[in-house]
């Protein structure tokens, strides 16, 4: 089953041309980053200057989201296998530096399009950022949803399966 859209976003990605841009909108946290990283596929406007460069970004919903030019490919909605998604983000040596102390990482990552910065279209949250490989410049990986997490209380059940030494 796919996610419902607005009107406007169907009728934009059925046009023959249009000016409407999707945008990728990701947060990159973990409990010890602090504060996370926001991070744009589009350089939608320019954010903010200071006398070394200028920032391009986007600002959705009062966020300021920092454009580093990025690869993704969205998670499908197979029904046998979790949701899967690859991303590469290319970003500054300071960020990778601070990013690769950490253990794992997470995105959250919202789709928007430039009709209506604020108006958030898809939503993909808490995906575990795998499979992290860091150079200089770059920051590679594989998104999957922790499907433990959505679980109720407690999440971890005594079943035959999974503690077979009970059920002798």
């Given at each position: 089953m796919s996610p419902e859209i607005s009107l406007d976003?169907?009728?934009e990605q059925h046009a023959q041309e249009t000016g409407v841009v999707p945008i990728l909108l990701v947060k990159l946290w973990h409990p010890d980053l602090d504060?996370?990283?926001?991070?744009?596929?589009d350089p939608t406007q320019r954010v903010r200057e200071d006398e070394?460069?200028?920032?391009y970004g986007t600002i959705s919903n009062g966020q300021e989201y920092a454009y580093y030019p990025m690869t993704a490919k969205l998670p499908d909605s197979?029904?046998?296998?979790?949701?899967?998604?690859?991303?590469?983000v290319h970003a500054m040596p300071e960020i990778i530096e601070q990013l690769?102390?950490?253990?794992?990482l997470y995105m959250d990552w919202k789709q928007v399009t430039s009709l209506d910065l604020d108006r958030v279209e898809r939503v993909w949250p808490s995906m575990k950022l795998t499979g992290v490989e860091y150079d200089q410049t770059r920051i590679t990986g594989n998104l999957?949803?922790?499907?433990?997490?959505?679980?109720?209380?407690?999440?971890?059940?005594?079943?035959?399966?999974?503690?077979p030494g009970v059920f002798r």
């Open positions: 976003l169907r009728r504060p996370p990283y926001y991070i744009s596929s070394e460069r200028v920032y197979k029904r046998d296998a979790s949701p899967r998604a690859t991303i590469s690769h102390l950490l253990p794992m999957v949803v922790d499907m433990l997490s959505g679980e109720e209380l407690p999440f971890w059940s005594y079943t035959p399966s999974t503690a």
